[in-house]
Structures are given as C-alpha cells and as structure tokens.
Antibody, heavy 124, light 106 residues
Framework: DVQLVESGGGLKQPGGSLRLSCAAS????????MSWVRQAPGKGLEWVSGLSGSGGGSLHADSVKGRFTISRDNSKNALYLQMNSLRAEDTALYYCAKARTPTIAVAGATFDYWGQGTLVTVSS | SYELTQPPAVSVSPGQTASITCSGDKLGDKYASWYQQKPGQSPVLVIY???KRPSGIPERFSGSNSGNTATLTISGTQAMDEADYYC?????????FGTGTRVTVL
C-alpha cells in the first residue's frame, strides 16, 4: 500500500526556517512526481510546490517563490520542503501528495495519494 | 492568475443526485480532477482526467468537463458522501484548486 508520512512541522517565529520531510513507501518513488499542498485552518487547499520523479523541473506557487525550495532524495524515498523567511500566512497543515505521472505540471498530473499532513504554525 | 470557482454549499437528500460545478476560463481544454475531504481527514481523489474513477471509488461518482465548467455528480447520494469537495486543474505550471464546496446530506 502507498504510504506518505510527513514530519518536521512545528511552531516558528516569523522570519524563521523549517524543513519538512515526507517518507514514501509502497511504490517506485522515482517514477512519480510529488507535490506539497497546504491547507490553512478552516480554509481550502493550496498547491505549494511540485517536482518531477527525476528530481528536475521544480515548480513553486507565486506565494512561496524565492522562499521555499522543494527537493527529493530518490535513494531514500524522501521528499523535502525547505521553508525560509516564514510568514504568518504560511501557517497551515502541509500535505505531501503523489502525482499519477512522472512529470509535474502535465495535464494528467493529478494527486492520487496524500499523507496525513504536518502542521506548521508561524507566530511570535 | 487562473481561478476555479465552486458554489460554497450544496444540499441534497439521501438517495438524490448532487451536482457540484467548477468554473474556470476554458476549463474544458484542461483535465479536471475532484477530491473529497471529510472533516479531520486528508483529501481523497474521486475523479481524474475529467471522467475517470480511481479504483475503490463508487460508481455513483461521475464527472464531466466542457466549455468553462467541470461537474462532479453524485448519484444516489449517501450520508457518507457528506464532505468538502475540491476541483483541480493545471494552468501555466501551477496546480490550481477550486474554492471548495461543502456537500450536506439532509
């Protein structure tokens, strides 16, 4: 069975940094694109970042561009999100999501499996 | 930036049909996906590539996409279908989610 387990969330002050991790199992990790999607408390879903299975072609939402960096280690079946210059509006539950395709941003790159999420709170 | 608009809420009686719309500019030229999210749970994919159902998703869930509107239809709605539903599509290298619709089974 596909499993995605996020970790690394916590409470940070504005301007701080945090690194989220997602441990994947149950599928050939390097064959699929992965993304981070967040959900602020009581709000809807917002795509944050995505990366193709090969590790190339990273993409980021405008709201995090220049502050967040997505990466992956296919030898460890792990996805990461480095979050710098954190803001209060980054407070959210961050989900790791697997795409159905090896390449991110293609038409069929829907998200077929999701983790349980890790909570990031940015507050002074 | 690209936007996908959904009605905030839809109410349906058990056994009846619920239709949830998702509107976006030339959405019919893109693939639409739909996700179900129950309180306190992670999203679950229910429809992808406009009309396809992942394994394990009941046949009562169906989708369509044409023009500027994608539609998720739940036929014979059950109490367990009460949840938030989000559409999603890709535009200009960005995954865009709809505003979300809360489906209430009365």
């Amino acid at each position: 069975d596909v499993q995605l387990v996020e970790s690394g969330g916590g409470l940070k002050q504005p301007g701080g940094s945090l690194r989220l991790s997602c441990a994947a199992s149950g599928f050939t990790f390097s064959s699929y694109a992965m993304s981070w999607v967040r959900q602020a408390p009581g709000k809807g879903l917002e795509w944050v970042s995505g990366l193709s299975g090969s590790g190339g072609g990273s993409l980021h939402a405008d709201s995090v561009k220049g502050r967040f960096t997505i990466s992956r280690d296919n030898s460890k079946n792990a996805l990461y999100l480095q979050m710098n210059s954190l803001r209060a509006e980054d407070t959210a539950l961050y989900y790791c999501a697997k795409a159905r395709t090896p390449t991110i941003a293609v038409a069929g790159a829907t998200f077929d499996y999701w983790g349980q999420g890790t909570l990031v709170t940015v507050s002074s | 930036s690209y936007e996908l608009t959904q009605p905030p809420a839809v109410s349906v009686s058990p056994g009846q049909t619920a239709s949830i719309t998702c509107s976006g500019d030339k959405l019919g030229d893109k693939y639409a996906s739909w996700y179900q999210q129950k309180p306190g749970q992670s999203p679950v994919l229910v429809i992808y590539q406009d009309i396809k159902r992942p394994s394990g998703i009941p046949e009562r869930f169906s989708g369509s996409n044409s023009g500027n509107t994608a539609t998720l239809t739940i036929s014979g709605t059950q109490a367990m279908d009460e949840a938030d539903y989000y559409c999603q599509a890709w535009d200009s290298n960005t995954a865009v989610f709809g505003t979300g619709t809360r489906v209430t089974v009365l």
